[in-house]
């Protein structure tokens, strides 16, 4: 019996117990009165289903890990396992192949003794299969019988299916927790391991990035220095993508707030928005080969000798282009939440509408516009694919726009592709950039949510 057989059965089971339960909750409710009850039928229902499954599936998912350990201890135990070698690497191998035969995944065997212990891991299988179905249907329905016992007028059934809707919204919420604390351990272990090779202030503040002259022997004290990283960073994703999205973010966030009509707003709004989807590989391509090319002709027709086809103005251009939904939407919502009793006033008292947008509508809205920046920056200083694809992989300390250079993002990208060793200072250089990264987007997005809770305004 398959797993999603079993899980249908109780499933099925689960479904009877609603029914059952509602009708029994029902009939009571009738006998009694609905103000002499305490919960509603279909709240008994649900009582009754969540014992019935709830229990069977915790069941079920001990068994699982279980069962390999039956199954294989079954295995050893028929005559066909005892021409097994001894030694503990050889027979997993043989056992591990005769379970992928017996289970579908694999067509035929290598090693004879494989092929032996086939049917008794399929006969092994299907007994301990069946044998947890039978126990969880036992169960679930020994659970289900329970619950419904206790199915009566004052019994508080919402109160206990509310406590166990609200744990499984705990656990939710935890699951995405330890995730993002497993998340950070792993960069914080490896990142210790690079510093225990790499000097983090030479890190931190080292001007040479060559993390191929270290791979090749040439030592790891200059190396690894990851300013140039940060300023490509900088330079590009908060600097000149934030000089394109903030002011066209905003002004086209007031057009659509107070000059378009309802018509217009309403087509070009998602128009606007489209941007925001466009993958980031697209934007790549427009990059390289119609922004950063166009450059490269505007900066030579301008006496600029050494402009690069990969330049981080190119990069930062088409990066801010893909911001400018971030920027306006945020900056929409801010302004559209702004109480029209206020632009109102400010006309009464001969204020014009440029006036009124200046001195009332973005004040007001500054906290709204500020944590869309914010975040805006977070989201491209992250960027990878149109940094590779427009602004190169050279390491440059420049001010030069018309200059290559890279990212902290494009550097790990390409320190992790490929085989490599994971005991090499070059390999474990990736996880403390990637530490570095997450600490400035945490700052920022930590300051986003400080100056929007701090100047926050809440209009009736």
């Not at 790499?198 to 002259?213: D, H, K, M, Y």
Request: net charge positive; proline share 5%; hydrophobic share 55%.
């Amino acid at each position: 019996m398959t797993g999603v057989m079993i899980v249908l059965i109780i499933g099925a089971l689960g479904v009877i117990g609603w029914i059952i339960a509602r009708a029994r909750a029902t009939r009571l409710q009738a006998e009694v009165g609905r103000l002499a009850t305490n919960s509603r039928p279909t709240q008994h229902g649900w009582y009754v289903a969540l014992w019935t499954m709830l229990p069977a599936f915790a069941f079920l998912a001990v068994w699982a890990n279980v069962m390999p350990a039956l199954i294989a201890d079954s295995v050893l135990a028929t005559p066909a396992a005892q021409s097994l070698p001894t030694d503990d690497f050889s027979r997993n191998a043989i056992l591990a192949e005769a379970q992928s035969i017996a289970t579908g995944s694999q067509a035929a065997a290598f090693n004879p003794q494989a092929t032996e212990l086939v049917e008794p891991y399929r006969v092994a299988t299907t007994r301990y299969s069946t044998m947890g179905a039978i126990l969880a249907a036992i169960l679930a329905f020994a659970c289900g019988a329970y619950a419904l016992s206790r199915v009566r007028p004052a019994f508080t059934a919402r109160h206990r299916v509310e406590k166990v809707v609200m744990w499984s919204l705990l656990g939710a919420s935890l699951i995405a927790i330890v995730t993002t604390a497993g998340i950070v351990a792993s960069l914080v272990f490896e990142s210790m391991r690079f510093f225990s090779m790499v000097n983090p202030f030479n890190f931190l503040f080292g001007l040479n990035w060559s993390p191929q002259s270290a791979a090749m022997g040439y030592g790891n004290e200059d190396a690894f220095g990851a300013v140039p990283l940060f300023w490509g960073t900088i330079f590009i994703g908060a600097i000149i993508a934030m000089i394109v999205a903030i002011p066209l973010g905003l002004m086209s966030a007031i057009y659509l707030t107070q000059y378009a009509r309802p018509t217009t707003r309403k087509w070009m709004k998602p128009i606007l928005e489209v941007l925001a989807g466009v993958p980031t590989v697209v934007y790549g391509y427009f990059a390289a080969l119609t922004v950063a090319p166009a450059l490269r002709s505007l900066a030579v027709s301008l006496g600029i000798s050494n402009a690069s086809s990969e330049s981080a103005l190119a990069a930062g251009l088409v990066m801010g282009i893909m911001i400018i939904p971030f920027v306006s939407s945020m900056a929409d919502d801010s302004i559209a939440a702004v109480p029209q009793s206020m632009r109102d006033g400010s006309l009464a008292m001969g204020a014009t509408t440029s006036e009124t947008i200046r001195k009332v509508l973005i004040p007001a809205a500054l906290p709204g516009v500020v944590g869309g920046v914010l975040l805006a920056v977070s989201r491209a200083i992250g960027e990878t694919m149109i940094v590779v694809m427009a602004a190169g992989l050279a390491a440059n300390l420049t001010l030069n726009p018309f200059s290559s250079v890279t990212t902290v993002t494009t550097q790990m990208v390409q320190l992790l592709t490929g085989d490599q060793e994971f005991d090499s200072a070059k390999t474990l250089a990736a996880f403390a950039l990637g530490l570095v990264l997450f600490v400035v987007t945490l700052l920022l997005n930590i300051v986003a949510l400080r100056v929007v809770k701090k100047y926050r305004e809440a209009y009736e």
